[in-house]
C-alpha cells in the first residue's frame, strides 16, 4: 500500500493533465486563460484526504491488491477537483480571503483585476468570477466520474452515488448558511449543528468516498452500507476535529487565521459547549469576539484560553473520541479481512489525528 505522500504525488501529477484536458476545448478564446490559471492554482496543496478515502475504501474490499488501479486513481482526481469546486465556493460564503496558506480564489481574481485596472469593482468581479471557476470545476469533476463509472460493476449505481454526494454538499452548504443567520438557542442547538455536520461533511467528505472506491472493487450491499455508516461516523469526528483546528490551529500549519471560526461567527458544537460550560466573564468575552473580524490577538488569546482552561475542549475532544469509536467499532465487525480493517483504521485514526 502506497504511503500517504506517495499517493498524494500519484494524484498531483495526474489533477494538472486532467484539468486541462477538461477545458481544452476553450483555451483559444481571448481573455479565458486567466479562469483557467486560477483553476489550476485552486487544485494545489491539500492533503488529497478524499482521494486516500476513495482508495481505502478499494482496498478495504480488495485488500490483497497494494497498488491502485487506474480508476481509483481516476476516481481520486475527479473528487479532489470536486473538492476544488465546492472549496471556491466555500470561500465566497466565508468571506475568507485564505485557502491553504494562499490567496482564495475571489482575491485572486480580484487581485488581477485591480492590477490591470479594469472597469467595474474589483471585489465584485472576483466574486462573480469564482461562483463561475466553481461551476467549472464541478462540471469537470462531473465528466471524470462519468468516465470512472465506466468501469465500475454497476454504472449507474456509482453515478447515482456520486451525484447524491454532490447535491447533499449543496443542501448542506445551504443548511450552514441558515445556522449563521438563525438565533440559536445553544443549550438545544447541537443537534441541529450535528445534522448539518452530517449532510455536509460526515457524508461529502467521508462516507461518499469510502463507498464509491468500494463500488470500483465491486463491494457488497452489506458492505456499502457498513462502509456508509463508518464514513458518517468519522466524517463527524473530522469536522469537528476541523472546527477545533478553525479554533486553535496553527495558521502555519492550517493555512487559516488564528480563532478564524471565532472571528467568523461559525456556530460550531465547540460554540455551543461554550455558550453552556463558559462562565459569564469568559462568556462576555466570547461574545464580544464572535463574529468579530476586526477582534485583537489579545481578545482571540483570552477566549482560546478560558476554552481550554474551563473545559470546553475536553469535553469536545471527547465527542470526537466517541465518533471515532463508533466507526472503528463497525470496521471490527464489518465484512473485511484483516488487511482491509487495517487499512481502513489507518486512515480513520489519519482522519482525527491531525494538525491541519
Given amino acids: 500500500m502506497p504511503s500517504a505522500p506517495e499517493f498524494s504525488t ?13 477545458v481544452s476545448r476553450w483555451q483559444e478564446l481571448t481573455g479565458i486563460a486567466e479562469l483557467f490559471e486560477v483553476g489550476l492554482a485552486a487544485l494545489k496543496g491539500g492533503k488529497r484526504t478524499r482521494a486516500r478515502l476513495a482508495y481505502t475504501g478499494w482496498k478495504a474490499i480488495t485488500a490483497s491488491n497494494d497498488t491502485p488501479a487506474k480508476p481509483v486513481l481516476d476516481l481520486g482526481v ?60 464541478l462540471s469537470v469533476a462531473d465528466q471524470c466520474a462519468f468516465e470512472v463509472a465506466a468501469t465500475a460493476k454497476d454504472p449507474d449505481a456509482f453515478f ?28 438545544h442547538a447541537r443537534e441541529q449543528i450535528l445534522t448539518v455536520i452530517r449532510h ?45 483546528l478553525g479554533v486553535f490551529g496553527d495558521p502555519s500549519q492550517t493555512g487559516k487565521p488564528a480563532g478564524g471560526d471565532l472571528t467568523e461567527g461559525k456556530k460550531t458544537v465547540l460554540w455551543s459547549l461554550a455558550e453552556q460550560l463558559l462562565n459569564e466573564d469568559a462568556r462576555a468575552n466570547l461574545h464580544q469576539v464572535l463574529g468579530n473580524r476586526a477582534a485583537s490577538k489579545e481578545q482571540i488569546l483570552a477566549v482560546t484560553d478560558a476554552l481550554h482552561s474551563q473545559g470546553v475542549r475536553d469535553q469536545h475532544r471527547q465527542l470526537i473520541t466517541e465518533y471515532a469509536a463508533k466507526g472503528d467499532a463497525l470496521v471490527a465487525s464489518g465484512e473485511f479481512d484483516n488487511a482491509g ?14 494538525e491541519s
Fill in 78 to 137: 475527479a473528487l479532489e477537483i470536486y473538492q476544488a469546486s465546492a472549496l471556491v465556493h466555500d470561500d465566497i460564503i466565508d468571506n475568507s480571503p485564505l485557502r491553504r496558506g494562499k490567496d482564495a480564489s475571489h482575491i485572486s481574481f480580484a487581485k488581477r483585476h485591480l492590477a490591470e485596472q479594469r472597469r467595474g469593482d474589483h471585489q465584485e468581479y472576483g466574486r462573480l468570477a469564482a461562483i463561475l471557476l466553481g461551476d467549472l470545476l
Fill in 341 to 354: 480493517r487495517v487499512a481502513l483504521l489507518r486512515l480513520g485514526r489519519a482522519l482525527v489525528e491531525r
Fill in 160 to 187: 447515482a452515488n456520486w451525484t447524491e454526494m454532490t447535491r447533499e454538499v449543496a443542501a448542506g452548504q445551504y443548511l450552514d448558511l441558515r445556522l449563521e443567520t438563525d438565533e440559536l438557542d445553544p443549550a
Fill in 200 to 244: 455536509k461533511s460526515g457524508r461529502y467528505s467521508v462516507a461518499h468516498p469510502l463507498t464509491l472506491g468500494a463500488r470500483l472493487a465491486g463491494a457488497s450491499p452489506e458492505q456499502l452500507k457498513t462502509l456508509f455508516t463508518i464514513g458518517e461516523y468519522w466524517g463527524i469526528a473530522f469536522q469537528l476535529c476541523d472546527d477545533e
Fill in 10 to 22: 500519484q494524484i498531483n501529477q495526474l489533477l494538472p493533465l486532467a484539468w486541462q484536458a477538461g
